[in-house]
């Protein structure tokens, strides 16, 4: 019985299992696509035990809810993608490296990059779960039901489908947070001061979407006169998630672990962080230089560029090493014409440009 012997291994390796665990996460979800509700023969279990990278209470969860697992995996790649625009410019660029480990052996290390990553898919799978609700995707939720907002004009209505945030809020936080929960550490230990750590950085994921949903509007009347608006309950676009918590990554906040089990600031004379902020236990390990035992990929053959001074000029990104240049031929659309009617016809115009990529 594999599970027996994950518990066995738990009480006498337990630091060697989570390296394991850890590898095998449910963002794989957002690395193999899960087959679409219609596909599924209801009640049939194999889609779950097939589902690579859930903890058993995911396994469970999964059974109970199988027709979200396909937008917790499309959560998943939303939250993913965005990290990988994010950090773009930056040594550590959120690659993933395979379709099992996701992220490679960087997430064993509990860094601010960790954070961000944790935070951004849990948001992720908010923002999925609250718009299939609204799609009436899930036979378990429907549109928003958030009560009229107090400020709302008197003549506006308040009734459109909304996006469900709550249930999405609520539903990311069972199935989230079921991994770190499972686990059972020793109070004050490393490990679960990374628990604590995960478990504060996916609230502050989700809460981001919870927070930044807000209230859009239509016109109503005669003749686009607006003298009537129905208004609705509507996720922010993920993009300006992912610039809040880029900005929470930025000021996360360091903590360690107490003997009596709780995180706190390594220097006292910060902020102690709200639910919403970010915040980690580990420096971030060197991303300069390819690193089998942190999982750094280094940034050798990364592009940069030669006149910036930002965290994507050659001086930083490439750490010192220098650069090669090579010239790389860009194809560009061009010389656009509108022809009547309705298309757009282009030229193909080619370019050659200057590249850099590290040493
Ligand atoms: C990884 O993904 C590729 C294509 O996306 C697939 O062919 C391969 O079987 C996957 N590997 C595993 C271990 O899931
Ligand atoms: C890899 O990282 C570890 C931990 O930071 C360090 O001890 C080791 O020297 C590094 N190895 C190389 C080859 O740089
Ligand atoms: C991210 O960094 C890795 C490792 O340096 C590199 O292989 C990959 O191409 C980079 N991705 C992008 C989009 O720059
Ligand atoms: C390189 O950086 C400079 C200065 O920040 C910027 O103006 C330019 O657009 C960048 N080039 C590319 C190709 O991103």
């Known amino acids: 019985m594999p599970g027996m012997l994950l518990l066995f291994s738990t009480a006498l390796l337990s630091s060697c299992v989570q390296l394991l665990a850890e590898a095998n996460s449910w963002w794989s979800l957002a690395m193999n696509p899960v087959q679409r509700p219609e596909m599924f023969i209801i009640g049939a279990q194999p889609v779950c035990s097939q589902l690579p990278g859930l903890s ?37 660029n959120c690659s993933t490296v395979d ?21 951004v898919s849990a948001a992720g799978v908010v923002n999925a779960i609250s718009r ?12 928003s039901r958030t009560a009229r907002p107090k400020d709302l004009p008197r003549d506006w209505l308040w009734g459109g489908c909304g996006d469900n945030v709550e249930y999405g809020y609520r539903f ?4 989230v947070d079921a991994r770190e929960r499972e686990k059972n550490f020793a109070k004050g230990s490393e490990e679960q001061g990374r ?21 859009a509007c239509k016109c109503h009347g005669v003749s686009g006169s607006c003298s009537l608006k129905t208004c609705w309950l509507q996720l922010a676009e993920f993009r300006k998630v ?18 009596k089990g709780k995180l706190e600031l390594v220097n006292s004379r910060f902020n102690q962080p709200t639910p919403e902020d970010l915040v980690y236990v580990d420096p971030s390990p060197d991303y300069c230089f390819r690193n089998e035992t942190t999982g750094s990929l280094g940034t050798q053959g990364r592009l940069c560029n030669k006149t910036s001074e930002g ?6 990104m490439c750490c010192g090493r220098g650069y090669d240049q090579f010239k790389s031929v860009q194809v560009e659309r061009c010389h656009c014409k509108f022809h009547w009617c309705c298309f757009v016809k282009c030229k193909k115009c080619t370019e050659v440009v200057d590249q850099y990529v590290c040493k």
């Open 311 to 316: 965290t994507d000029g050659c001086e930083l």
């Open 56 to 92: 058993p209470g995911q396994r469970k969860l999964c059974q109970l809810y199988q027709e979200h697992m396909a937008y917790i995996g499309e959560g998943a790649k939303t939250g993913i993608k965005e990290c990988q625009y994010q950090f773009r410019q930056r040594r550590w």
């Open 195 to 215: 628990v604590l750590m995960n478990l504060q950085n996916n609230e502050a994921g989700r809460r981001a979407v919870y927070k930044m949903a807000d209230v």
């Open 242 to 259: 992912g610039d809040q918590l880029k900005e929470k990554y930025d000021s996360a906040a360091a903590m360690r672990i107490t003997r």
């Open 132 to 143: 299939a609700c609204r799609e009436g995707e899930l036979s378990t939720c429907g549109c």
């Open 99 to 119: 379709n099992t480990s996701v992220f490679g052996r960087v997430m064993q290390i509990g860094s601010r990059e960790t954070a961000f990553t944790y935070a």
């Open 172 to 175: 990311a936080k069972e199935f």
